[in-house]
């Protein structure tokens, strides 16, 4: 008990413990196999070093190390073992048989196999490819790494979640993202921003329906299961220190923007704006200033990562802090957290007992500038600094009230700038992450398990708009004095446990594996916000209530308002599985899974999902003998899985979204003569049920020439039924569409992953690795009677096309003869004025890629180590409304344009690409496809360079590992893209603009063990 408690408190001494070393001494000893045979060829490797030596014939090695230090023993066929260096100069060793020693495991939902027995489609990536990267949300690091992942970044704030899809969206209106389990844990997109990265294992990405399918009714987008760090047993303390520091910037555009000189000669020629009134030596004389690199700036990131383990013969942890800080290249966006995470594990002397604890506690603190994305010129940042005119500089700037008189856009900079000097908005958030996984083996056959986790997050947001602000004093309606504050506090609680029994049996040349499931998820949600009008600017500080005004009888201005909510979730399942194996080449695997969700009524709430999975390990067959392959193996899968979260609305989360969609819902509000009045708001659908996801998969597997060339080829259809869709019904009870089940979906696809070790040797290593997805989706069938869904957008759906289709009228180029805008009717006419309704046309494009994936580098050469990846995306087209804004003649005088506009069309420049200034059909251009761009892309997404110094420099000095690195991300890109990030992408609207774009990322960093 004492040694169990000395290495549970290792970890907390350490912060307070100073450490001598003694000098380097000759350690020896014999090492034997389980029944007592010396064992010649075992590699003894002093951990952290590349110091190591071999047994010779009797089993007897030598080797000189120090006190401290760990010696790792290893050998094919046997399991690995580790001692600890003390005081003896001796250390025997008996190891021990594992047949599976030197198989990769292969993660299989809530089981593994080895890579030969398993029939699933999932990629590993282990922490070699994603550790000491800049990223604050751990699954970017992700980003081109998994065939058939399309990870594109949503905005540029620190810790956002980028947009995650897994072989093409599979559902029109609800969350197409993967299922996240980390430590047994399910969690949704948001968990991630509190998370350290460095505490990362593993990601392993489930793709086909033998893989998903026991997820039942959560698994139709993929899962993705996150292992975090563990110690190892027989294993010293070992600590390791982790020390970066970032630099990001505003990646490049190439929109030709006017300088001050330009732009107010363009004004002055169309008699608008502040050129309009000024003489030639006044515009000569106008200062330029650069309002982008006045919003955007330089962010600094600091992180730093302590971590420690140990392990005695049946115990060990794993233990870490992490501090991260990160500026964002926009004013005002930063993100700051704190984390500590401890994992136990320990097993009972016969091996009967295994448990293991996992536990994260995350604090974190988010500045996030809002309405970006948006068109407000006295709320989005990222609107002042692309298109403020250049002329007005920040000296400009008094104070708020000043800006009132006279009311300008010309002054949207002061604006922003005004906002903030004057606006707050602030996330904090406590996340706590905890699982206790125990097993035990009833018989040598048979063994109880149980997952119990949760995940509790505590919210509160504020933002306050100061009394003496331009937004307060303009939207304050006289009153005075003005100024908002809001704030918001939400809650979130979720329970999951998982029980199960597995049987596992090998006859001779069978083998057979059989589970069996249940598993209980409850989660519970609650907020509660204010909104206060009127704060006192003489106590006024962001998010204390010191400056709240009172309400008083003459003015209800100053009367909060409240609101608050309360949400509740929950599944239940009971499921099953069976592997079975002959003689390690031939084998199959079946799930069954039935799953009750609270979004249904009772009638319909119940589901069942099901694969089947199959494998030929063709390589060994006698026929193969001698042939070139190594592994070649033939995999297929079928079966279903479900998405229970049809409605994708973001809040307050996937776990509550469209709780009752099943029933007849009122709203309260206003009636005649001004009474309280109840309305119906929704007409329920007592048959609504998930949406289930038909996956057919065939792969293969192959390593070739000694393994130096691996690689990975599988095609797939997923056939998505009982699409979540508003149906359009009668006005008659003030409600027009019905929510229903129906319409299908296809995505059919081919994945690939292909490694070749161009060398390998003990000093030069080098690897070519590619990774790619081709995906093409069809809607199949839609519930309207022409097979169409068309609103107003510049998107439709159709019969036969893919989701988020452009639709609408095409754009044909400039009429030399006057100078305005050509267009294309329906029929292929060439036209001035089209019908906005009857010519608008499919043009079979969207949003999402043909192609996506990534080739990539490693190389390591006696110490020195490189990796460089280059991400790319083909089959994009995108809407560039920046461009737009800045091409546009009626901004002249308000905004920024681009040089663009002084090619335009004039009767001495008749052929030209920019039509007239005053062109009269200048206003149709914006809603046709001028502006739809190709935005295919390759990208230099991440490089790193760095030394680890050899053991024998490091000798005497304390450290186990030194190693130096620097890296950068998203340094190079090749695309026709003319904005300042290719990939920054919303998620749900197509047509907005001046989005925050993801930085350019330069680090530097160490790493120290001890």
């Known amino acids: 008990m004492k040694s169990k408690l000395a290495y549970m408190l290792a970890p907390l001494l350490v912060l307070c413990m100073s450490f001598s070393f003694a000098q380097e001494r000759t350690i020896s000893g014999n090492v034997t196999d389980q029944s007592g045979m010396p064992l010649p060829g075992v590699s003894v490797i002093i951990v952290g070093t590349q110091t190591g030596t071999q047994t010779d014939f009797d089993g007897n090695y030598s080797i000189n190390a120090s006190p401290g230090q760990n010696l790792r023993f290893s050998y094919l ?41 398993s029939s699933i489609s999932s990629q590993t990536i282990t922490s070699a490819t994603i550790e000491n990267r800049p990223n604050a949300n751990l699954v970017q690091t992700l980003s081109g790494q998994v065939a058939g992942l399309n990870i594109t970044a949503a905005t540029g704030q620190p810790g956002a979640a980028p947009n995650v899809v897994l072989r093409g969206q599979g559902s029109i209106t609800g969350n197409n993202e993967p299922l996240y389990i980390i430590d047994g844990i399910p969690v949704d997109a948001n968990a991630f921003r509190s998370l350290n990265p460095n505490d990362i294992d593993s990601f392993s990405v489930l793709r086909d329906a033998g893989a998903t399918a026991i997820y039942g009714n959560r698994g139709a987008n993929g899962v993705i299961i996150i292992k975090t760090r563990q110690g190892g047993y027989n294993q010293g303390l070992q600590i390791n220190y982790t020390g970066i520091t970032s630099f990001s910037t505003l ?21 608008r704006g502040r050129g309009s009134i000024l003489s030639e030596a006044e515009i ?22 302590l971590n420690m383990s140990s392990g005695a013969e049946n115990i060990n942890q794993f233990t870490s ?66 298109q403020s005119v250049p002329y007005i500089t920040a000296d400009d700037y008094t104070n708020g009230a000043d800006l009132l008189s006279p009311l300008s856009f010309a002054n949207t900079p002061l604006f922003l700038l005004d906002r903030l000097r004057t606006f707050t908005r602030q996330e904090d958030e406590v996340q706590l992450l905890g699982s206790l996984n125990a097993s035990y083996k009833i018989t040598p056959s048979l063994t109880a398990n149980v997952v119990l986790s949760s995940e509790f997050r505590d919210e509160i947001r504020t933002t306050a708009e100061g009394p003496e602000s331009f937004n307060a004093l303009l939207f304050a309606q006289g009153k005075d004095p003005s100024g908002t504050q809001f704030q918001q506090s939400t809650r979130q609680f979720s329970y999951n ?206 390593e070739m020439f000694n393994s130096r ?129 009857n010519d608008r046309v499919f043009l079979n494009s969207n949003r999402a890629p043909d192609w996506n994936g990534s080739f990539s580098l490693q190389a390591d050469y006696k110490g020195w180590f490189t990796t460089v990846q280059m991400n790319y995306a083909f089959g994009v087209d995108r809407y560039d409304f920046d461009l737009s804004g800045f091409q546009s003649p009626d901004n002249v005088g308000q905004f920024r344009t681009t040089r663009d506009l002084l090619r335009a069309w004039t009767p001495d420049n008749r052929v030209t690409d920019i039509p007239a200034l005053n062109a009269t059909n200048r206003a149709l251009g914006g809603s046709s496809d001028r502006y739809l761009r190709d935005a295919d892309f390759m990208r230099l997404r991440f490089a790193t360079i760095g030394y680890s110094f050899p053991a024998k420099a490091l000798e005497g000095t304390g450290f186990s590992k030194v190693s130096i690195f620097a890296n950068g991300e998203n340094l190079l890109t090749f695309t ?25 990322t330069f680090s530097i960093g160490f790493e120290l063990g001890f």
């Open 77 to 117: 066929g046997q399991k690995t073992v580790t001692r600890l260096v003390g005081s003896s100069s001796n250390i025997d060793v008996r190891m021990e048989e594992d047949a599976e020693a030197l198989e990769e495991v292969v993660v299989q939902g809530y089981r593994t196999a080895t890579k030969e027995t």
């Open 251 to 271: 990646q490049d555009n190439k929109y030709d923007l006017m300088d001050s000189q330009e732009q107010l000669q363009l004004e002055r020629q169309l008699g």
């Open 284 to 305: 000569a004389a106008a200062p330029t200033f650069d309002w982008s690199n006045f919003f955007f700036d330089t962010g600094v990131t600091q992180n730093h990562t």
């Open 321 to 386: 802090l992490g501090y991260f800080e990160q500026e964002g290249i926009l004013s005002d966006s930063d993100l700051k957290r704190f984390n500590i995470r401890s994992n136990i594990n320990g097993k009972s002397s016969n091996d009967k007992f295994n448990y293991g604890l996992s536990l994260g506690i995350n604090y974190s603190e988010s500045n996030e500038p809002n309405n970006v994305g948006g068109s407000g010129i006295n709320r989005n940042y990222i609107l002042g600094a692309y």
């Open 497 to 702: 446990q998982v029980t199960s029994l597995n049987w596992a049996k090998v006859f001779g040349k069978h083998s057979l594996d059989i589970g069996v499931y249940t598993e209980y998820f409850k989660a519970h949600f609650q907020e509660f916000g204010y909104t206060q009008e009127g704060l006192d600017p003489k106590t006024f500080a962001p998010g204390d209530g010191s400056a709240f005004i009172g309400d008083n009888p003459d003015n209800d201005f100053y009367v909060d308002s409240v609101n608050a909510n309360i949400l509740d979730s929950g599944l239940f399942s009971y499921f099953g599985s069976l592997d079975y194996d002959y003689d390690t080449k031939y084998g199959f695997a079946a799930t069954l899974r039935r799953d009750a969700s609270y979004r249904f009524s009772g009638s319909n709430r119940w589901g069942t999902f099901w694969s089947l999975a199959g494998r030929w390990n063709i390589h060994n067959e006698s026929f193969m003998d001698g042939s070139i392959f190594n592994i070649l193996k033939l995999r297929a899968s079928y079966g279903t899985t479900g998405n229970q979260n049809i409605a994708n609305t973001g809040t307050p989360g996937i776990y509550f979204d469209a709780p009752d969609r099943t029933r007849d819902l009122f709203a309260t509000g206003t009636g005649y003569g001004a009474a309280n009045a109840l309305f119906l708001s929704q007409i329920g659908n007592s048959t609504l049920q998930w949406e289930t996801i038909t996956t057919a998969n065939l792969g293969f597997d192959f």
């Open 709 to 837: 060339v691996r690689g990975t080829l599988e095609g797939y259809i997923r056939t998505t039924t009982d699409l979540y869709l508003e149906s359009p019904i009668s006005a008659i009870n003030a409600v027009t569409e019905l929510n229903t089940n129906s319409g299908e979906l296809e995505n059919r696809g081919v994945d690939f992953t292909l490694n070749y070790d161009v060398f390998r040797g003990q000093d030069f290593n080098l690897t070519l690795s590619a990774v790619g997805n081709f995906n093409e989706q069809e809607i199949i069938d839609l519930p309207t009677e022409d097979g169409t869904v068309i609103d107003g957008g510049l998107t439709a759906l159709r019969e036969g096309g893919r989701l988020d289709e452009y639709y609408t009228y095409r754009y044909a180029g400039v009429n030399p003869a006057n100078g305005n805008l050509l267009f294309l009717t329906a029929d292929g006419n060439v036209t001035e004025n089209p019908d906005v309704d």
């Open 976 to 1000: 026709k893209w003319r904005g300042f990030d290719v990939e920054t992408l919303n998620a749900t609207n197509v047509t907005q603009s001046r989005l925050y774009p993801t930085p350019r």
